[in-house]
């Protein structure tokens, strides 16, 4: 079977009007990767991070380093 080529496309975000954050949960360590709006401080879900390879290819996609994600409790 023939299967396409994963192309990774970098998604465009305003870094003016979001910011990358992590998101984790206090009673069961459930990671949410997504994007804060300064203006209103309101968290969009983007994804959720079950592995450190998901967190480096949400990382990489947005081209943020993992230092630079604000963590969220």
Known sequence: ????????????????KFCP??????????????LIELETRKFRD???IRSDRELA????????TEEELKKIV
């Open 1 to 16: 079977m023939l299967r396409k080529k994963k192309t990774e496309k970098t998604v465009s975000y305003d870094r003016e």
């Open 21 to 34: 954050a992590v998101k984790t949960s206090i009673c069961t360590g459930e990671r949410v990767a997504g």
């Open 46 to 48: 983007i994804c959720l």
């Open 57 to 64: 290819s949400f990382c990489r996609e947005y081209g943020v």
